[in-house]
């Protein structure tokens, strides 16, 4: 499996008329990083919207402690709920999502790619074989 994704429905500080989903995508090609895209419906540029990318470790960390840096913050919520403080344009925004959806996520990447192992040999060579369109 090359790509793992999820799509999660968030609670926002959000007008109740919007839905926000959280895309959560791993691609086995960069097994250390996990992209986060913010959706809305109906998009509006009040809303904050867009992709930023973490550690997967950070994802993982932040389920349990405060952690992130920069435009990517992650904390524990309450009810089994992790938040996701994410900056961007035009501002701020909270999401809160399920801890069990996240590490299940999580899980299946490693399931994939175990944390500790993504930079072995035989990573590298799969990965190399990859860039070269060949079969590993």
């Given at each position: 499996m090359d790509e793992l994704r999820?799509?999660?429905v968030a609670?926002?500080?959000?007008?109740?008329?919007?839905?926000?989903?959280?895309?959560?995508?791993?691609?086995?090609?960069?097994?250390l990083a996990v992209s986060l895209t913010v959706l809305r419906e109906p998009a509006h540029p009040a809303f904050v919207q867009g992709e930023w990318v973490m550690l997967r470790d950070f994802l993982r960390y932040g389920i349990e402690a405060a952690t992130g840096d920069g435009d990517v913050r992650l904390r524990p919520g309450t009810d089994e709920?992790?938040?996701?403080?994410?900056s961007g344009r035009p501002g701020r925004c909270s999401l809160r999502v399920p801890c069990s959806v996240v590490r299940e996520f999580l899980d299946a990447t490693e399931r994939v790619v175990p944390a500790g192992a993504e930079g072995s040999e035989a990573a590298m060579d799969e990965l190399i074989e990859q860039l070269l369109g060949r079969e590993p």
């Open positions: 999820v799509d999660i609670d926002t500080d959000a007008p109740t008329h919007s839905s926000t989903k959280l895309r959560l995508q791993w691609l086995r090609l960069d097994p709920n992790v938040v996701i403080d994410l």
